[in-house]
């Protein structure tokens, strides 16, 4: 079935690095790819998302890259700052169904 | 309001006790989902709604009961639930079902059973 892995956290950096947070998906067809973020105490924010191969979405610096060949949306910022920390979910939903599926979520802690 | 509100944000209650949580969505959307965070589990969708009728329960115990009087509320109503319950549960809604649609989530309920 459908699914999605993401790398485990915590990702600890120090302001101003350089992100990545590896996701990869497994789907049948064409899913809609999503990044999510939770900050402490609230509920989930769509961050970016991309519905078909080769789309890049992009947001507040973040970008992520739909690649089919390799199944996999992985998050990145050139430069991250305090305020970026948060956990990240990466989602798909597949075209044709109601469903949405999560990965486990990283958690980004980023030191001044 | 905009966006997708959830009512109470904290709430306690004994395992005897009767409650019931509230969603709203001003986003126009036909579908909504409850979903429970727990620490260190990945998010568990409990239930889905589509153009207010029950689309998916995904093996939840009968004592979370949820209701959709119509495509902008949805309420989940708690009774006798357990210590093992307790969990941020959040609301979400989307356009009509068809796929490849993103959600958006409320701020969710923190809930402590004890």
């Known amino acids: 079935g459908d699914s999605v892995t993401q790398m485990e956290g915590p990702v600890t950096l120090s302001e101003e690095a350089f992100l990545t947070i590896n996701c990869t998906y497994t789907?049948?067809?064409?899913?809609?790819l999503f990044w999510y973020v939770q900050y402490p105490g609230e509920g989930l924010q769509l961050l970016l998302k991309?519905?078909?191969?080769?789309d890049k979405g992009s947001n507040k610096g973040f970008e992520a890259t739909y690649r089919k060949e390799t199944t996999s949306f992985h998050l990145e910022k050139g430069s991250v700052q305090v305020s970026d920390s948060a956990v990240y979910f990466c989602?798909?939903?597949?075209?044709?169904?109601?469903?949405?599926?999560f990965g486990s979520g990283t958690k980004l802690n980023v030191k001044p | 309001e905009t966006g997708v509100t959830q009512t109470p944000r904290h709430l306690v209650m004994g395992m005897t006790n009767k409650k019931s949580l509230k969603c709203e969505q001003h986003?126009?959307?036909?579908?909504m989902y409850w979903y429970k965070q727990s620490a260190k589990k990945p998010l568990e969708l409990m239930f889905v709604?589509?153009?207010?009728?029950?689309?998916e329960n995904n093996s939840v115990p009968s004592r979370f009961s949820p209701e959709c009087p119509n495509s902008s509320h949805l309420f989940l109503h708690l009774h006798t639930l357990q210590p093992e319950d307790s969990a941020l549960y959040l609301c979400?809604?989307?356009?009509?079902?068809?796929?490849?649609?993103?959600?958006?989530f409320g701020p969710g309920t923190r809930l402590t059973v004890t």
């Open positions: 979400a809604s989307s356009q009509e079902s068809g796929g490849g649609r993103e959600q958006y």
């Open positions: 789907a049948t067809g064409y899913p809609s």
């Open positions: 991309a519905t078909k191969a080769d």
């Open positions: 989602a798909l939903s597949p075209r044709n169904f109601n469903k949405f599926y």
């Open positions: 986003l126009g959307h036909n579908a």
């Open positions: 709604y589509n153009f207010k009728e029950q689309t």
